[in-house]
């Protein structure tokens, strides 16, 4: 399997962290720290290129 590597952008709110990839629409997620909204993101942009490689 091959390694991809997307920029995130990472945002404080009054709930925590909001983080998205630009590079894949509307791929968001949260977290209540940085680093579990680091670790969301990840989680997210797996299953959404997952979702574009299903026939």
Do not use: F, H
Not at 22 to 39: K, M, N
């Amino acid at each position: 399997m091959r390694s991809l590597t997307y920029k995130v952008a990472l945002y404080r709110s009054e709930e925590g962290y909001s983080v998205s990839c630009p590079g894949l629409p509307g791929c968001w997620s949260q977290g209540d720290t940085e680093a579990a909204a680091i670790s969301n993101i990840q989680v997210a942009i797996q299953e959404y290129l997952a979702v574009l490689q299903t026939p």
